[in-house]
Nanobody
């Protein structure tokens, strides 16, 4: 499974950005797709994920501001980020899990993209 993120960049506080993740390869064993982020000096944090049934989870800090979605026909995962805050600044990663009902944690996701930088000032 290959994952390629795009859409990062800079935004003012209160602004919006939309991240995209193109998914390719053998995706039949992929049960969940998610977004993670990692700020300098911090651990990688799960932001949101969506599984094959459409069930969605968010970390508390982004609830009501971020929206995860996917378009299966385009094999693309999205993260719409609104009301951005400086503390949202991080490298954002797309990831895929090959097991069901896994925690929204780095160790539970098998495949990773290279990341896209988001900077909020």
């Amino acid at each position: 499974v290959q994952l390629v993120e795009s859409g990062g960049g800079s935004a003012q506080a209160g602004g919006s950005l939309r991240l995209s993740c193109a998914v390719s390869g053998f995706t039949q064993n992929t049960y969940s797709l998610g977004w993670f982020r990692q700020a300098p000096g911090e651990e990688r944090e799960g932001v949101a994920d969506i599984d094959n049934t459409g069930h969605i989870r968010y970390v508390d800090s982004v609830k009501g501001r971020f929206t995860i979605s996917k378009v299966n026909a385009k094999n693309t995962l999205y993260l719409q980020m609104n009301s951005l805050k400086p503390e949202d600044t991080a490298m954002y990663y797309c990831a895929a899990a090959t097991s069901r009902w896994v925690p929204l944690r780095e160790a539970s996701f098998r495949y990773w993209g290279q990341g896209t930088q988001v900077t909020v000032s």
